[in-house]
């Protein structure tokens, strides 16, 4: 059990690990990149997290109802955290200049990606802690091969605005280990999350949503390579399509 949860935790940062072997990249193949990993927590948002928020209201008009007031709770709780937060004077680890609006947008996604990652840990631990093993193992092996390439999207997003690559795959590890946090809330507290499972999952949603919409997508079509992002969403959110269909 302990081992399936460590799995799920690491993996982000596993992901993440292609990113020592980059140099140089062009803004051409970033926009490409980014947006590759827009279309993937795109995809993991409508199929991770959508989806089981209504499976665990019951799939009835309630359940719809307080997943739909989840998603856009979790928007507006991003947007405030946008305005009022002080992430963006996280740049004393910047290498080389850049504009801060950018940099505000990549942290907000930073911050999306480890608000996705708890709800995923408290459904794993949910899992666990209703009795059937073998659901809690399948729940986190899946949730950790979904997180390896939700590892390289944080990691490439860093390293497109000049961080260096040791800090990029340790940003990109550190949201990964957020996960175990709420496995393990959800195993010993189950009784507690187990009815707030549908709205903390929309909530994430939403809030990834908003990031997507609001600030990566934006920013993929900032540089003059617009189509070549948007194939870019295409294609990550068929790859994690295909990853959800075969992890079931």
């Not at 990249?25 to 990993?37: E, K, N, P």
């Not at 996705?116 to 949910?126: C, S």
């Not at 193992?137 to 949730?143: D, E, H, N, P, Y």
């Not at 997508?217 to 295909?242: C, D, K, N, Q, W």
């Amino acid at each position: 059990m302990f081992l399936s949860i460590g799995f799920a935790g690491i993996a982000t940062g596993l992901g993440a690990i292609p990113i020592l072997l980059t140099e140089n990249i062009s803004r051409r193949l970033l926009d490409i990149l980014l947006g590759f990993a827009a279309g993937i927590m795109l995809a993991a948002t409508s199929f991770s997290l959508i989806l089981p928020s209504i499976e665990f209201g019951g799939k009835d008009f309630k359940a719809v109802m307080i997943t739909s007031a989840g998603i856009l709770a979790g928007g507006i709780f991003l947007d405030f955290m946008d305005k009022h937060s002080p992430h963006v004077h996280l740049l004393n680890k910047k290498a080389e200049g850049g504009d801060s609006g950018s940099l505000r947008k990549i942290w907000l996604f930073v911050i999306a990606i480890a608000l996705h990652n708890f709800p995923e840990g408290l459904a794993t631990g949910v899992g666990f802690g209703s009795g059937d093993i073998s659901n809690g193992v399948t729940i986190a092996m899946g949730i950790g091969i979904q997180n390896l390439p939700e590892g390289l999207a944080v990691a490439l997003a860093l390293r497109r605005e000049r961080y260096s690559k040791g800090f990029s795959l340790w940003v990109a590890a550190l949201t990964g280990l957020i996960e175990p946090v709420g496995a393990l809330l959800g195993l010993v507290l189950i009784r507690t999350f187990q009815p707030l499972m549908g709205f903390i999952l929309a909530f994430a949603a939403g809030a990834m949503l908003f990031v997507i919409s609001d600030e990566i997508i934006p920013e993929t079509h900032s540089g003059g390579f617009e189509r070549e992002a948007t194939y870019g969403v295409m294609v990550g959110f068929v790859v994690m399509l295909i990853l959800d269909i075969l992890l079931g």
